[in-house]
């Protein structure tokens, strides 16, 4: 439940745990280096890889610090509504690179009258889908499985131990009924997504459209009921202060990570483009795989820690509800921030290339939530997921874009095929998915059995 007190429930230790502590020393280098080009103080010239890995390192760094502040955050909220900031807080570095990509691509505009996508990724309009695909991809192809292998091992070896496993079984990962919003409201926003790669553009009506969906399902976690965390490590460090001086700690661990991803978003976004030029390396490959590798590595990791202390549930629950937020808030507010930076009502560009990335994610999306209709992912589906996924991966950074188009187009066709089958094995579910998703009292579905 949540706590009010003002005093510890044990006595905490004044010094800060070690992991805190180096993720803070690990990001200030990169911290300063970004600080001090923005405001011209001196600094050294590093080469772009080298730029690139400090600015990486520290906004890694930063993305630990802001998911042990959401997990203590969670002691003052109640807990779904806690999951879903824990798991927007998780993917803030995500947004950052967007945001940069998706301005200057807006900058283009306004100074250009237009902004053409171009296949050699030079034009910001190229690039300003990229990480956001490359990262939705990433979390569903690679996180879901990782979280049910982690889960399976942890269950057998609690087995081998004598003890009963909670929410990991040999099978794969079962969620909690309370979970079924996380489902329904990724299968609407999935559903509008699969409209938009017949669009010429990304306008202010997809930010309506898809901001709303994230409102309303951030007010349906809201009503859930509260309940006592089980935190481990740093956030169980910062959690055990007195509330006043816990809610100033987190508040300010908050503003130091958000400090540093804004000190170096942009300069990780130009180290990686720079870095594309002087490999030789395709920038959009760069920008859709790359970026992503370090805005979603704490995440994934912090979702394999609940798994391995057999609380799948829970692991599976907050990758589950980053790829909410990211499929609404995130995708909506590109064009947002496109119409602010071109100073214009027009949408975020879009070429044949995103269109086709776009088609990618969404039918990756559409079978994802087919499998979970069911409230559980199997191993089977979690191999189908990382399988499918290894082809799309391998195939984009070894074939020309011409046959990535194809083959992307075909997997397009196997996800929905898929996922259309799974829907149809599993129709009767989906009734009472929907009524629990929408309707049934979140307290309800706390005190009943999966």
């Known amino acids: 439940m949540t706590r009010t007190d003002d005093a510890p429930t044990r006595t905490a230790s004044r010094r ?10 690990v990001a200030l280098p990169g911290l300063y280096l970004g600080a001090a080009t923005l405001l011209g103080l001196p600094h050294p010239e590093l080469p772009p890889p080298v730029a690139v890995l400090m600015y990486g390192l520290a906004i890694v760094g930063a993305a630990f610090v802001l ?23 998780a993917v803030l570095p995500e947004y950052a690179v967007d945001f940069v990509f998706t301005m200057r691509a807006g900058e283009v505009f306004a100074e250009q009258g237009a902004c053409v996508p171009d296949p050699g990724g030079t034009n910001p309009c190229s690039l300003a889908l990229a990480n956001m695909t490359g990262a ?54 999935t559903a509008y997504s699969l409209t938009l790669p017949l669009r010429s553009t990304l306008t202010l009506v997809d930010t309506l459209v898809l901001v709303a969906i994230f409102v309303a399902y951030a007010i349906r976690l809201a009503q859930g009921p509260a309940e006592e965390p089980d935190l481990h490590g740093s ?25 540093i991803i804004l000190a170096t978003a942009e300069h990780f976004a130009d180290g990686l483009v720079q870095t594309g030029s002087e490999f030789g390396i395709d920038r959009f ?23 391995k202390r057999l609380r799948a549930g829970d692991s599976l629950g907050t990758l589950l509800s980053s790829k909410v937020n990211q499929w609404t808030l995130l995708v909506g507010t590109l064009p947002l921030v496109f119409a602010l930076a071109s100073g ?31 409230l559980g992912l199997s191993w089977r589906g979690a191999l189908a997921l990382v399988v499918l996924f290894a082809v799309q991966f391998a195939t984009s950074i070894s074939l020309p874009t011409e046959i990535v188009h194809s ?7 196997v996800y929905a095929v898929l996922g259309v089958a799974q829907l149809v094995r599993h129709r009767r579910r989906l009734p009472q998915l929907l009524r629990d998703g929408v309707r049934t009292d979140p307290h309800r579905l706390a005190d009943e059995p999966a």
């Open 235 to 259: 956030a169980k460090w910062v959690a055990e202060r007195p509330a006043t001086s816990r809610r100033w700690l987190y508040g300010v661990l908050f503003a130091v990570a958000a400090l």
């Open 16 to 25: 800060p745990p070690v992991p805190l502590a180096a993720a803070i020393v």
């Open 67 to 89: 998911s042990w502040a959401g997990e203590a955050a969670q002691v003052d909220m109640s807990a779904g509504l806690a999951l879903a900031i824990l798991a927007l807080l």
């Open 136 to 189: 939705n991809r990433v979390l569903v192809g690679v996180g879901w499985p990782l979280v049910v292998l982690v889960a399976v091992l942890a269950a057998r070896r609690n087995r081998s131990g004598g003890d009963g496993g909670r929410e990991g079984d040999r099978a794969g990962v079962r969620l909690p009924r309370t979970l079924s919003a996380e489902v329904v409201f990724l299968g609407a926003a």
């Open 285 to 307: 490959v760069l920008v859709q795989w790359v970026a992503p590798l370090a805005s979603e590595a704490p995440e994934l990791i912090v979702a394999c820690l609940y798994a």
């Open 407 to 413: 083959v992307s187009l075909v997997l397009s066709g």
């Open 344 to 374: 214009s009502m027009h949408g975020l560009p879009l070429d044949d290339q995103q269109r086709v990335e776009l088609l990618l994610t969404g039918t990756q999306s559409f079978f994802a939530v087919s499998i979970l209709v069911t």
